[in-house]
Nanobody, 124 residues
């Protein structure tokens, strides 16, 4: 079956860095955009970043532009979220997802597959 497995979360001080990974299996994802969302306690799950199959197009929410970088290695069926200059407000559970390439990548409800999430905690 289709699986998305996130890893790389943890506890880091403000200003530090983490790299999240999302390993995909169970089908070919060439027709899917891969995205990252996050959910802080008491808040809705929000869009963070997305990348097309070719890697030629990337998208970010304004609050992470210039700090986060999304990339993918299709040979490994894995995508990555490099997070630099982390802030306490980045604290959340981060989820990897896959959405059909013609759907709105920033809308949570459009995603067909999700991982289980990985906790990121940024201390001040």
């Amino acid at each position: 079956q289709v699986q998305l497995v996130e890893s790389g979360g943890g506890l880091v001080q403000a200003g530090g860095s983490l790299r999240l990974s999302c390993a995909a299996s169970g089908r070919t994802f060439s027709s899917y955009v891969m995205g990252w969302f996050r959910q802080a306690p008491g808040k809705e799950r929000e869009f963070v970043a997305a990348i097309t199959w070719s890697g030629g197009n990337t998208y970010y929410t304004d609050s992470v532009k210039g700090r986060f970088t999304i990339s993918r290695d299709n040979a490994k069926n894995t995508n990555y979220l490099q997070m630099n200059s982390l802030k306490p407000e980045d604290t959340a559970v981060y989820y990897c997802g896959a959405v059909w390439r013609y759907s709105d990548y920033a809308t949570r409800e459009n995603y067909a597959y999700w991982g289980q999430g990985t906790q990121v905690t940024v201390s001040s």
